[in-house]
């Protein structure tokens, strides 16, 4: 597909499609995607929803997790993710980016821009990472307010509301303000930072029938679960929120040891996209074949040792 050609673009919005997939039997799998060429391969490999982690796009900037985003930075990589996988996308909405009018703000930004679904938190600004200690949360029912502003600006949004209060309130204090979200008008409950898997079957015993969102991210507080154990768990959506990116950074940083290094990349060439696989993933010559003056590209022939035009 090219996000080009109108044939090509869904003809549902992002929150019906999402709202969809969330009402499918089974867990719903959702990747983290900082960027686009990220969501394509997320696409690729057979992914049907993305996630869209507000700690991988500051992460992305060079900037700490700490509220420091604004809504027009985070529209920025939705707008991209959207576009390039044509696929509903649950984005990380942080503590709203101010009060009510501001969540509400963000909410009609993000539908605009190809959200599908949306989670806010619970704490104070400046915000921490989930699964970092001492998170100052705000009063329940101030949350519950900017929930219940979402829910009033959201068309077809999925609005999802995540607690961080497990870890200073107890499972019995997350479960209360997680009822209270709920009767705002929040679609499913993201329980943050929960510690281990008797955790996670206290909030499912506790909130029968709700929709729970699990969070498996890597080296935080939550053990190393797979998404068919969050499924027996009773959960019905799980997302991976900086993995991709994790990878990403790991690798560009061996490629960067290696050029300063050695002061070229022939140790990296076997860890590389190709040239090739690059255009196959973007749809270079479908695109270029829109457009009757853009001459077909024909890719190099290439060895280690130099590159000659075939």
């Known amino acids: 597909m090219t996000y080009l050609l109108a044939d090509d673009l869904p003809h549902e919005t992002a929150g019906r499609r999402f709202r969809a997939l969330f009402d499918q039997p089974g867990i719903l799998r959702l990747p983290g995607a900082q960027n686009g060429m990220a969501a394509l391969q997320a696409r690729a490999a057979g992914f049907d ?5 507000g700690a991988a796009m500051t992460a992305s900037m060079g900037i700490p997790d700490l509220g420091i985003l604004t809504v027009d930075e985070a529209c920025f990589f939705l707008r991209q993710i959207a576009r390039a996988s ?17 969540v509400m703000h963000m909410v009609r930004s993000f539908e605009e821009a190809g959200a599908g679904a949306v989670h806010l938190e619970d ?9 970092l200690n001492d998170k100052r949360l705000v009063a329940p029912g101030e949350m519950a307010a900017k929930v219940a502003a979402a829910r009033r600006a959201a068309r077809d949004l999925v609005v999802i509301a995540r607690t961080d209060a497990a ?20 679609d499913a409950i993201f329980p943050e930072a929960l510690t281990s898997v008797e955790m996670f079957r206290e909030v499912r015993a506790a909130l029968p029938g709700v929709r729970l969102l699990a969070n498996m991210t890597e080296f935080g507080r939550t053990p190393a679960l797979s998404a068919a154990a969050f499924e027996e768990l009773g ?19 061996r490629l960067y040891s290696a050029l300063a290094r050695d002061g070229e990349v022939g140790a990296m060439i ?3 996209q190709t040239r090739q696989e690059l255009y196959d993933l973007i749809g270079l010559n479908e695109v270029e074949a829109l457009d009757a003056s853009i001459a077909a590209s024909v890719v190099p022939e290439w060895t280690a040792e130099g590159s000659e035009e075939g």
């Open 86 to 102: 044509g696929l509903p996308v649950l984005i990380d909405g942080d503590t709203g980016y101010g009060e009510a009018l501001n």
């Open 49 to 53: 929803a993305l996630y869209l982690s």
């Open 167 to 186: 870890a200073s309130e107890g499972i019995e204090g997350a479960v209360a303000r997680a009822r209270l979200y709920l009767e705002a008008g929040a």
């Open 270 to 272: 076997g860890e590389m």
């Open 123 to 131: 704490q104070h600004l400046p915000k921490k990472c989930g699964h």
């Open 235 to 253: 959960y019905d959506m799980v997302i991976w929120p900086v993995s991709s990116l994790r990878v990403a950074n790991k690798a560009q940083e």
